[in-house]
């Protein structure tokens, strides 16, 4: 379970599997990512391969803003 140590909170640490977020969270991040970026996140795309760590995120809104 993840503890408050802001040390470890690296860009490759699993959000879910750290106890980070919850699934609610997710929709939480997808709605800020919607409201910030400017695009709907598709029902597809919202799997951990895109939302569970913060490289994952930046690489999704990257793809998404450069239209890949």
């Known amino acids: 379970m993840y503890s408050d140590d802001q040390s470890r909170l ?31 996140v598709d029902d597809a795309d919202l799997v951990p391969e895109n939302f569970d760590s913060l490289a994952k995120m930046t690489a999704y809104i990257q793809r998404r803003r450069s239209g890949a």
């Open 10 to 40: 690296t860009s490759e640490l699993s959000l879910i599997d750290n106890g980070i977020v919850d699934s609610t969270g997710v929709l939480e991040l997808v709605g800020f990512i919607e409201e910030t970026f400017g695009f709907k």
